[in-house]
């Protein structure tokens, strides 16, 4: 079975950094696209920024400055360095990835559980 297992959310003050971390458990032949999206109280899911297995990124524009997402293909892992927090970027954070399980199957999109990051002034 897959899993996205995130990690690194928690509790930080405004102007500090975190780096959230997610990782495909289970047998799988490729992670293509693997990204992160955040919900804040009361708002829609919303992209942060993606990455294609090639390593082209793609950032909302408030994370363009901040957040670098980067990846471990071997390790079938991505992750998001977040810097300069603000109260505004608090919310639970989801892990995204296109996986393809066998090669003769399509990709399909896989969730993570969400790890909550909080911001506080």
């Known amino acids: 079975q897959v899993q996205l297992v995130e990690s690194g959310g928690g509790l930080v003050q405004a102007g500090g950094s975190l780096r959230l971390s997610c990782v495909v458990s289970g047998n799988i032949f490729r992670a293509d696209a693997m990204g992160w999206y955040r919900q804040a109280p009361g708002k829609q899911r919303e992209l942060v920024a993606d990455?294609?297995?090639?390593?082209?990124?793609n950032y909302a524009d408030y994370a363009k400055v901040r957040f670098t997402i980067s990846r471990d293909n071997a390790k079938n892992t991505v992750y998001l360095q977040m810097n300069n927090l603000t109260p505004e970027d608090t919310g639970v954070y989801y892990c995204n990835a296109a996986i393809t399980r066998i090669y003769w199957e399509s990709s399909r999109d896989y969730w993570g559980q969400g790890t909550q990051v909080t911001v506080s002034s």
């Open positions: 990455i294609s297995r090639v390593g082209r990124m």
